[in-house]
């Protein structure tokens, strides 16, 4: 335990001079350790300390935005490249020139950064709500010579705070109950005659994470998860969580509270962020998907890696560079993913059949002939090998590919001849099969792998609905929260367990200045 100003302005001669031989023994034990600790901190310097050298995401190093940008370019104008169209399309608009004059000179309301002002006046709260509990917060232990202190040791109150909260009931009495508990924070008196104080208190600042997590705070644990429940799950605006809270449950916070709770709460599960990476790199089976994400009107992207066990969203780049990062050296397991090239570096690769499915049809209603015809055998051996796999699935494992060896080579000749054809289309599917050759037809190989990407897709169809109503994210932060906040949901949900305890959890523990448990293991 270090030693605070408080503790250290009541150690002086006469204090000492009047303590027992063991008490002195102690204190002198607290002092010397103290004071190595403090030396040691001053001599740290950035090649010696663990301290994270910055708050770039793990799969941003090194991927600076000029970089990223041009990396972009240089893979859609590469040799057939698919171009992304279900969600893209909105993103991909030149950016307009600036014709305001105006706005160069004073600060125009869309270069206002959102939020409170700098200098502008606060807001206190204004609700009275009944206080239904009180909670005196003592120190147990003497900071100067070590005595247990016990409950009837002297305490006075130096300061305290109210926290709002909701408890969850129990099969007895579900529901929720609202709580307004006034917590009390002082000085515990020794027989040795010193004070010590016990603050509120909050987590080591790690990263540059603009709300820090403390229990200094209005809102207790479990309203928090609360709000994040209500924002990212329910999808709910900030002016309709406010609604709800004050109708529902007679609470009254401002929104700019509430967007603190879900950047606290995200600055909480920051460390959790580890573990979903690991867990991501060690699936044996992984689908991969990406749709378009505005941040701050920037054109970027909504990932999502899942597995049976894990999902993790980011918002980024859609660069290689991301994707190498993300997915290390350790990654050994099938990437089933679209046809987007950063994918193709991984050898174990499968490719949805679902994409290349609609592709063929949308040829078969083509009004060029032949285009219609390659639409049809593409379609038809597709249909085939599909029908193969179920049963391969349900009988002894065989090799399908050898199975369907002079179907494939047909299929392949086929594809040979569209490879130059004039209808784009066409042109492109045929390009895609022969690129992606082996990724398609991997899973003959292996039938029990899945035939589409369907799992990568569910999971981004919920966050595609939030981008809708909300208009993406306003800052980088803002971004890591929902990436972050998002796959805790989503992890917790496949493993059966409640991601709102288990997030109140991590902020209870966080705020104690302790470590965030780890994603619970599945129910
Ligand atoms: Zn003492």
Redesign the pocket.
């Known amino acids: 335990m270090r030693l605070t100003d408080h503790d250290l302005r009541q150690i002086d001669e006469a204090y000492l001079e009047g303590l027992s031989p063991e008490?002195l023994r102690e204190v002198s034990k607290r002092l010397c350790q103290d004071l190595k600790e403090a030396r040691e901190r001053l001599n740290q310097t950035p090649e010696n300390s663990s301290r994270p050298p910055s708050t770039r995401a793990p799969w941003a190093a090194a991927a600076n935005e000029t970089e990223a940008e041009e990396h972009e370019e240089k893979q859609a104008a590469a040799e057939g490249a698919e171009p992304k169209q279900d969600l893209g399309a909105e993103d991909e608009s030149p950016k307009e020139p600036k014709v305001k004059g105006e706005a160069e000179a004073k600060p125009s309301d869309s270069q206002r950064k959102p939020g409170k002002q700098p200098g502008a006046p606060g807001h206190g709260r204004t609700q009275h709500l009944p206080v239904t509990g009180e909670l005196v917060h003592r120190a147990e232990q003497?900071s100067?010579?070590?005595?247990v202190l016990d409950e009837d040791a002297p305490f006075v109150a130096c300061t305290g705070h109210y926290v709002l909260d909701i408890e969850w009931g129990d099969e007895a009495a579900p529901g929720i109950r609202v709580t307004h508990v006034k917590h009390l924070y002082g000085d515990t008196g020794?027989?040795?005659?010193?004070q010590t104080r016990r603050l509120p208190q909050r987590a080591e600042k790690d990263v540059q994470w603009s709300v820090e997590i403390s229990e200094w705070h209005l809102v207790g644990p479990g309203l928090m998860a609360l709000i994040v429940c209500l924002a990212l799950r329910m999808r709910l605006s900030r002016a309709r969580i406010r609604e709800l809270l004050g109708t529902w449950l007679g609470i009254t916070l401002a929104t700019g509270t509430l967007n603190q709770c879900v950047h606290e709460a995200a600055h909480a599960v920051l460390p959790v962020e580890a573990q979903l990476i690991d867990e991501v790199n060690r699936a044996e089976l992984l689908h991969g998907d990406e749709t378009s994400w505005k941040e701050a009107g920037k054109g970027l992207w909504l990932w999502v890696f899942t597995s049976t066990a894990v999902t993790f969203y980011l918002i980024g780049y859609r660069t290689r560079q991301l994707l190498d990062n993300l997915l290390g050296e350790a990654f050994a397991g099938w990437l089933m993913s679209d046809g987007y090239q950063a994918y193709r570096a991984y050898r174990k690769r499968l490719r949805c059949w679902a994409h290349l499915v609609r592709k063929a049809r949308g040829l078969e209603e083509s009004l060029v002939k032949s285009s219609q015809r390659f639409g049809k055998q593409t379609l038809e051996l597709l249909h085939a090998l599909m029908q193969a796999v179920y049963e391969a699935r349900e009988g002894p494992g065989e090799d399908l590919k050898a199975k369907h060896q002079r179907q494939l080579d047909a299929f392949r000749g086929c594809c040979e001849r569209y490879r130059d054809a004039e209808h784009e289309k066409t042109r492109q599917l045929a390009r895609e099969f022969l690129n992606d050759w082996e990724a398609i037809f991997a899973v003959l190989s292996h039938p029990q792998l899945p035939l589409t990407n369907n799992q990568a897709e569910c999971a981004l169809r919920h966050w595609v609905i939030l981008r809708k109503l909300c208009f993406g994210t306003r800052t980088e932060q803002g971004s890591r929260a929902l990436g972050l906040l998002a796959s805790v949901i989503d992890t917790c949900h496949q493993r059966r367990v409640s991601p709102w305890t288990y997030l109140a959890e991590v902020i209870r523990r966080r705020r104690q200045g302790g470590d965030a448990p780890p994603l619970p293991a599945a129910a």
């Open positions: 008490a003497c100067a010579c070590g005595q020794c027989g040795c005659g010193h």
